[in-house]
């Protein structure tokens, strides 16, 4: 079978297989799985252990920051900068998102298997490899701004692979959603974050190929060329949109949909208004169009424009800028209603995916400002504010994958984590990320440049690198004391029933953890099934 | 304790094959877009300065191809048309496996790829011709090679795709009621000749 080979019959000879690729022990049952959940959990792990590697190089950036020199670092100073940008919307944030997806979307959809279960591994080797590659390259002076031409090349040639790996897994995703759903389910019914998957998955299918291309043409430019493109310098500034606005924005939509998965349970109710909620999760596809720009559209209106080119000028502002404000406000309104009255339970899944909500919405109203040239203390873009706007944004989508795997780690491992810790560590993930935006954000207004640790400007930038290392620090713990939290749980928590929080979807009606026919009886034709069946019952 | 729901009626066959090719294409044509954008702006930016420097200097030829470079205009168009050949080989697969005419499957299948295959010498033909120095054209060099070089790709994948299909229509896996993955080829092909096309005017025709 090829990895474009999906029919039904052979997804389901994909799960005979994996029944008795399951009978493998240790590596090799992990290193030949094509289980969807053990797929996830291969992303999702990775991508918490390079998330604390980005900490650790966060914080060596702040300290190095906070002299205003690049005296820790030397000449490095840049590259740790940028491995910390790359590697945590690459090798962190997105994989992160993308595994929980993985993992949890098809038993949501009520079936066995991810359409494409080898492509979907694929997407996971493809990804570590292209991700060490590109490590290894940082290591090797290579990098925007590297000193080893072939370690740069290096580094361009393992983004291609993990953004071509990153796009794969999100094809898988898609085409899970959109024709692997149970009978009778249609899209209008599909779990809030399962649609939110589908959307989230559709904008990393159009966002990570641009990102490829520009990959593709810096490395033909710098490997070969004249260069075009301002040589090992000149690929930060045409590549750095990659993680920084709008395309950042991108990774909210999971965040969204996680909220939105999750209050209707904890409130006790079914979500009012469902239909405005999942055009709400939709418009969050928005945000990649300004993605298309590869940067920041500045809204540069002169003295003496013509109203026709202020008018064309105001509307480009409004779709790149405005428009991913939008779904932000339709998601919280929608779950507004639903909490309205309602005494919610407070579990670490809604902290996450609130934080992580509140966060990106931070972000993507900073990112409003970004393109305004004519602010009073001056233009914010080229500025450390740009840094900020997107540490707000990939750390609150950073949350709610953390959120994903408090919500449903008990269905995937089959064991209760201890849920009160796990709140603590989101209240301090939420500390963490605002003092590392909130101190670039401040130093932006005091025109600290973007990335830039050697600066010569006034203000209190030591007292901003002290918070921003501190943040970094909160951060690492936190997410280091959530993993072990959940570790512990896999390994020794008290195994859990089948549905601990008392879900309204299919996923919850499964065995925990989930074998590879569990949903296979499945019959939906709401978008609360297990309410519905509970409601029933209750006649 | 799993609460149990009433058992489904046999699921109908979903055409996941279908839908994630045209998922790929999609990302193809974000990737593609991508690199002729960048092209088309690259392009822009040095014609602009070109025309400034002949505003100042007459004798300036405002030209975005290095001097001395010219297009091989019957290979290029000859690709066009070699693809269209190969989208319509692609389609006729399907027609015929609906009719049960295997012979002619595999007849279409392989004259496709051999398309596909006349198409990546026309390529390499072309790159010959233009005798572009990757390393002394400027700003063209990167764009021209990184566009066409991406094409070159794309083609080698749709010969791929291609020739998988075909081991799997000659080894009976498709049938007059089952289609999909001979649709999905022909999808590819179409999204590789509309890249070329895109390709075509940007680089060959527009120059």
Known sequence: ?539 | MTLALPAPPVPEPKRSTLVATALAVAAGTAFFGSLLGVYLQVRDDALDALRADHAANPTVVVRFLPAEVTVPEIATNTMLLTLVGAALLAQWAVYAMKRGERRQTAVALVLCAVFGLATLNSQAYTWAQMGVAIDDAGAFGTVFYASTGAFAAAVVVGVVHTAINAFRSFGGRYSATDTEGLAANALVWYFVLAAYTALWFAVYVNK
């Open chain 1, 1 to 539: 079978m090829t990895t474009i080979d999906t029919t039904s019959e052979t997804v389901l000879a994909a799960s005979d297989r994996e029944e008795a690729a399951a009978t493998l022990e240790g590596v090799a049952g992990w290193t030949s799985t094509v289980d969807h959940v053990r797929i996830g959990g291969l992303f999702a792990g990775s991508a918490l252990l390079a998330t604390l590697g980005v900490f650790v190089l966060g914080g060596i950036w702040g300290i190095e920051r906070v002299d205003a020199s690049d005296a820790l670092l030397g000449g490095a100073a840049g590259q740790v900068g940028s491995l910390y940008w790359y590697g945590l919307a690459f090798a962190a944030v997105t994989p992160l998102l993308v595994g929980v997806a993985i993992a949890v979307v098809p038993l949501q959809l009520g079936v066995p298997a991810i359409a494409f279960p080898r492509a979907a591994a694929l997407s996971y080797w493809g990804w570590l490899f292209g991700a060490v590659v590109m490590v290894g390259a940082y290591i090797a002076d290579g990098g925007p701004g590297g000193g080893v031409d072939e370690a740069v090349d290096l580094f361009l040639a393992g983004l291609v692979v993990v953004t071509g790996a990153l796009t794969l897994g999100a094809v898988c995703l898609a085409a899970t959603v959109l024709t692997a759903r149970a009978p009778g389910m249609g899209l209008l019914e599909t779990p809030a974050f399962a649609f939110s998957s589908l959307v989230y998955a559709s904008a990393l299918v159009v966002l990570l190929p641009m990102v490829a291309a520009k990959a593709v043409q810096l490395y033909v430019d710098h490997r070969y060329g004249g260069p075009a493109f301002g040589g090992t310098l000149g690929i930060g500034p045409n590549l750095d949109w990659s993680f920084l606005q709008a395309a950042n924005l991108v990774h909210a939509i999971p965040a969204l949909g996680l909220l939105g998965e999750v209050v209707p349970v904890i409130a006790g109710r079914r979500q009012p208004m469902r239909p405005v909620l999942l055009v709400g999760l939709g418009l969050g596809a928005f945000a990649v169009i300004p993605a298309a720009f590869q940067g920041v559209f500045i809204l540069d209106v002169p003295s003496g424009t013509a109203v026709f080119t202020i008018l064309q000028r105001l509307a480009m502002y409004a779709l790149t800028a405005l428009l991913p404000i939008l779904p932000f406000l339709v998601v919280l309104g929608a779950v507004g209603l639903c909490l309205k009255g309602a005494r919610p339970r407070i579990v670490s899944a809604f902290v996450f995916a609130l934080a992580a909500v509140l966060m990106t919405w931070v972000g993507a109203l900073a990112g409003a400002l970004t393109p305004i040239d004519d602010l009073p203390g001056g233009a914010l873009a080229g500025t450390q504010f740009q840094a900020g706007q997107a540490n707000y944004a990939l750390l609150g989508a950073l949350l709610a994958g953390l959120g994903g795997l408090a919500w449903w780690g008990p269905k995937l491992w089959g064991r209760h984590s201890a849920d009160a810790p796990l709140v603590g560590f989101a209240g301090l993930a939420l500390i963490g990320v605002v003092l590392v935006s909130l101190a670039d954000v401040i130093a932006g207004f005091l025109d600290q440049p973007l990335n830039d640790p050697a600066f010569e400007v006034d203000g209190p930038h030591a007292l901003l690198a002290v918070a921003y290392t501190a943040g970094q620090a909160v951060l690492f713990l936190a997410v280091a004391a959530s993993a072990l939290v959940f570790w512990r749980g896999a390994r020794r928590g008290e195994p859990t029933g089948d549905d601990p929080w008392g879900g309204h979807t299919l996923e919850w009606a499964m065995p925990s953890p989930p074998g590879s026919r569990a949903a296979e009886t499945a019959m939906v034709t709401t978008p609360e099934p297990l309410l519905d069946r509970a409601a029933d019952g209750d006649r």
